[in-house]
T-cell receptor, first 113, second 111 residues
Framework: GAGVSQSPSNKVTEKGKDVELRCDPI?????LYWYRQRLGQGLEFLIY????????KSGLPSDRFSAERTGESVSTLTIQRTQQEDSAVYLC???????????FGPGTRLTVT | QKEVEQDPGPLSVPEGAIVSLNCTYS??????FMWYRQYSRKGPELLMY????GNKEDGRFTAQVDKSSKYISLFIRDSQPSDSATYLC???????????FGQGTELSVKP
C-alpha cells in the first residue's frame, strides 16, 4: 500500500512569505506527527495529532507555526512570515500503534531566501 | 544540555567491521527506545525498537538499553556498504507520544 506522502518535495520561498506544507498519512493511521530536521541535525518534534484529541503543540517554535488536521486524513503545516532559520526539511509521520510504528514520509525541503 | 546526546561522527569503517553506535539521555521517564536509519534525502526508517532495559537482536543488528546508566547502543555486525547511512536514536516516554531524537551518526562502510 501507499506510504506517507508529502508535498511539495521542495519549496523555495522569500523571507516574509507564508508557506503551506501538506502531509497525506497512511490510510487508517490515527496519529500524525510533524518534525523538523535542520542540516546535519536530528529530528525536532513540532506537533502531534491523535484522533479527535487536542493536538500536542508543545514543539512549535513560535506562533508563526500552526498545523491542522481534518479527522484522520490530510494535515497541513503552515509557516507564516518565514525566516531564514525556518530553512529545514519538514518530515511527517503517521502511526497506528504508538511510537514504535511511526512511518515517515520523504519530507519537504524548505529553503527561505 | 540536550535531552538526547549522540556523537555525530562521521564514522568510517571497512566492510565487515563491527560498528557500535551510542546515545546517552537525561530523562529517566523514557521507556521506549528506537533506532532509525536515514539515507540521504529520505525519511527515517525504523530499524530496532526496545521497551525498557535489555537487549534485542535482529539479524546483524543488536540494540541494547541500560536505563540505570541512561545509555543505549546499536551494534552492526559484518557491516556492508549498504549500511552507509545516518543512524538516529529516538526515545519516548509513552506509546503514541512524541519522539525525541539524537543528532544522528553518519556511518560510511568502505568496500
Amino acid at each position: 500500500g501507499a506510504g506517507v506522502s508529502q508535498s511539495p518535495s521542495n519549496k523555495v520561498t522569500e523571507k516574509g512569505k507564508d508557506v503551506e506544507l501538506r502531509c497525506d498519512p497512511i490510510s487508517g493511521h490515527t496519529a500524525l506527527y510533524w518534525y523538523r530536521q535542520r542540516l546535519g541535525q536530528g529530528l525536532e518534534f513540532l506537533i502531534y495529532f491523535q484522533g479527535n484529541s487536542a493536538p500536542d503543540k508543545s514543539g512549535l517554535p513560535s506562533d508563526r507555526f500552526s498545523a491542522e488536521r481534518t479527522g484522520e486524513s490530510v494535515s497541513t503545516l503552515t509557516i507564516q512570515r518565514t525566516q531564514q532559520e525556518d530553512s529545514a526539511v519538514y518530515l511527517c509521520a503517521s502511526s497506528q500503534y504508538g511510537p514504535r510504528e511511526q512511518y515517515f514520509g520523504p519530507g519537504t525541503r524548505l529553503t527561505v531566501t | 544540555q540536550k535531552e538526547v546526546e549522540q556523537d555525530p561522527g562521521p564514522l568510517s569503517v571497512p566492510e565487515g567491521a563491527i560498528v557500535s553506535l551510542n546515545c546517552t539521555y537525561s530523562n529517566s521517564a523514557f521507556q521506549y527506545f528506537m533506532w532509525y536509519r536515514q539515507y540521504s534525502r529520505k525519511g527515517p526508517e525504523l530499524l530496532m525498537y526496545t521497551y525498557s532495559s535489555g537487549n534485542k537482536e535482529d539479524g546483524r543488528f543488536t540494540a541494547q538499553v541500560d536505563k540505570s546508566s541512561k545509555y543505549i547502543s546499536l551494534f552492526i555486525r559484518d557491516s556492508q556498504p549498504s549500511d552507509s547511512a545516518t543512524y538516529l536514536c529516538a526515545m519516548s516516554e509513552n506509546q503514541g507520544g512524541k519522539l525525541i531524537f539524537g543528532q544522528g551518526t553518519e556511518l560510511s562502510v568502505k568496500p
